[in-house]
């Protein structure tokens, strides 16, 4: 399966076969594309965890609480959960480590 064409179809998976699992490889290329997000000045403002063991996604499934609890069954079942995490605000000090990383 070539991970990039799934992505460009767009489609929104509704409920997962647990046993079907993404290859290590596949698992690269997510984390990969994750990687060359393009981002405002490259200021990358963000950061991904991945959970791939049954111990993992049961963490990440506890945040699916009350409207989300729908999502539970989803993220036991994924073969991996990406969880995106984002800076709300940019402080003068992140964006020195990113225009000193540019510079470097």
């Known amino acids: ?7 460009l179809k767009r489609h929104s998976t509704k409920a ?4 079907k ?3 290590p490889e596949q698992a690269e290329q997510i984390k990969t594309l994750l ?8 200021s990358q403002p963000w950061h991904f965890i991945v959970a791939s063991t049954e111990e993992g996604k049961a963490r990440v ?9 729908f ?3 989803k993220i036991l079942d994924a073969s991996h959960v ?9 402080d003068d000090a992140w964006l020195k480590l990113v225009v ?5």
């Open 1 to 7: 399966m070539d991970i990039i064409s799934v992505a």
């Open 16 to 19: 997962f076969d647990a046993s």
């Open 21 to 23: 699992k993404l290859t």
């Open 35 to 42: 990687q060359y997000s393009p981002s405002s000045t490259n």
């Open 61 to 69: 499934a506890k945040s699916a609480a009350g409207n989300y609890v």
């Open 71 to 73: 999502n539970e069954r």
């Open 82 to 90: 990406v969880v995106f995490c984002a800076k709300t605000a940019m």
């Open 100 to 104: 000193d990383q540019e510079d470097a």
